[in-house]
């Protein structure tokens, strides 16, 4: 059964690990059709807005690109300083996603508000939305991302040790967290000072029976994990040579790092943009998953976008 079909994506809650199979099974098949360049059009005549009210490269393009390929067409706005959304005759947010709405048969959104997709899915009639992150709620297609891309590399998600670092309150890591209390993982926690994970997420991801431990350094849980997840720290505009904070135990991930105390079969994700967390000397070892990682944005996203549609 495609519980995707004609539903909106506003969080990983909304599904279950069989809902989950079903897109990743989608997404190889439509890898296979990339590489094999015969990609079925089966959204043609389907239109995707749009709608980001914050930054974003690789998302909003994943998605522009996944509809570009199945046939369909996208418009809308990257930058909401060039509508009515901004400035002095702004509108509400109610009434931009009710014109979207006209204008498209998916609406793609990026929002600072915590909370705002689900607000806009309830307001809007005869179009789909997907959260493409808000606030500091979730960003479940990265999620499914990042799930695909484990499953992908390591050839499953049961039974993996997989440790996540860096800034833990992060909206990327809060959808992933959802997606891996589906799956029997095992998940280490190293946080940045005082950027923990919420409490209630722990709750709710230990209540599913998944063990989350927390440790001072990632050098303690390195030699047993199979993913490292890297997070970065962009809930405030820094400077460029502004380091970030460091992990607990002022441990950084490094290629030295994991080429001395990793196993060989180590996968580094990372849902970018970077900074000093992850280092450009780890771009060129076999730990890097990222690019992957990046690059099967398109494939996910087509998947998901046939399968809310219901072709």
Known sequence: MNAFAGQHMLSLNQFGREDLELLFDAADEAGRELAKGEVRRDLEGKILMSAFFDKSTRTRLAHENAMLRLGGSVSGFADAAVTRASGATQESSTDIFRMLALYGDVIVTRHPVTGEPARAAEAVDGALIINAGDGTGEHPTQG?????????????????????VNDLRMRCTRSLLRGLRMYDCAVRCVAAHGMDIDPLLR????????????????????????????????????????????????????????????????????????????????????????FQQAANGITVRMALLRLMLGR
Do not use: C, M, W
């Not at 499914?144 to 996540?164: C, E, P, S």
């Not at 580094?268 to 771009?283: A, I, N, T």
């Open 144 to 164: 499914l991302v990042d799930l695909y891309t484990i499953r992908q590399r390591l050839g499953r998600l049961d039974g993996l040790v997989i440790a996540l």
């Open 203 to 290: 709750a709710e991801v230990e209540g599913a029976g998944r063990p989350i431990t927390f440790h001072d350094d990632l050098i303690s849980v390195l030699p047993e994990v199979d993913v490292v997840y890297s997070s970065p720290t962009v809930t405030a505009e820094l400077p460029e040579d502004t380091p970030p904070p460091s992990p607990a135990g002022e441990l950084p991930l490094s290629r030295d790092l994991l080429q001395a105390v990793g196993k060989e079969t180590l996968a580094v994700l990372h849902p970018l943009p970077r900074k000093q967390e992850l280092p450009v000397d780890v771009d060129d070892t076999p730990y890097n998953a990222y």
